[in-house]
């Protein structure tokens, strides 16, 4: 989507490379090292620049400390239910998040429900708030940069076709800019291995 809207899109598989334009950073890691993300995304957020923090709805330790360097705080996720039919209604559950601004004009956003939560710092703007009005997507200054916050599974293929989703997404493309990096480091992907040279005789 972002690549047919003329964004220039890179793929990071080295914590050591800088990003340009937006970084953005997708939970659930796949590889759970959480200096060599954190180290990064000051040293992006220290250029000024733009973090999308895209966080998944189950949460995990290295996510809930990646959040806590950054200056959010997290509610724990209760205890998934052990019944079959209840953990599949548990996990099929969605949520529909409602404009933090009611004169917005935006439409709602679909997500899978939130089992775990992350709150904003006090001086966040709440773009989204879910059913029981607890912030759900914000974005905040930090340093000199900005992080925007919002659930990973907004921007998922089975969601985009919502209006709202959709909506978010062309709203980003347009605010943020049009260069974005995605660490894919976290996410197992590494650089193509050196081609062998000749030997040295």
Not at 192 to 199: D, E, F, K, Y
Request: overall charge neutral.
């Amino acid at each position: 989507y972002l690549e047919s809207r003329g964004v220039r899109v890179s793929l990071l598989d080295d914590p050591g490379t800088e990003a340009r334009g937006v970084l953005a950073i997708v939970f659930p890691w796949q590889r759970f090292d959480p200096d060599s993300g954190l180290n990064r995304i000051r040293r992006h957020l220290a250029r000024g620049g733009a973090v999308l923090f895209a966080y998944s709805t189950k949460g995990t330790g290295v996510e809930h400390d990646v959040a806590s360097a950054l200056g959010m705080g997290h509610e724990a996720a209760p205890e998934p239910p052990l019944h079959p039919l209840r953990w599949r209604q548990y996990a099929a559950a969605t949520s529909s998040l409602v404009p933090g601004d009611a004169d917005s004009g935006r439409a709602p956003l679909l997500v899978s429900a939130a089992r775990a939560r992350l709150t904003p710092p006090a001086v966040a703007t709440i773009l989204f708030r879910d059913e029981a009005g607890r912030p759900a997507a914000f974005s905040y200054g930090h340093g000199q940069g900005r992080v925007l916050v919002v659930p990973a599974s907004a921007f998922s293929n089975a969601r985009l076709g919502q209006a709202g989703n959709g909506d978010l997404l062309e709203s980003l493309v347009l605010a943020l800019g049009p260069e974005w990096a995605f660490d894919e480091f976290h996410h197992g992907l590494m650089p193509a291995p050196a081609a062998a040279g000749n030997s040295a005789n």
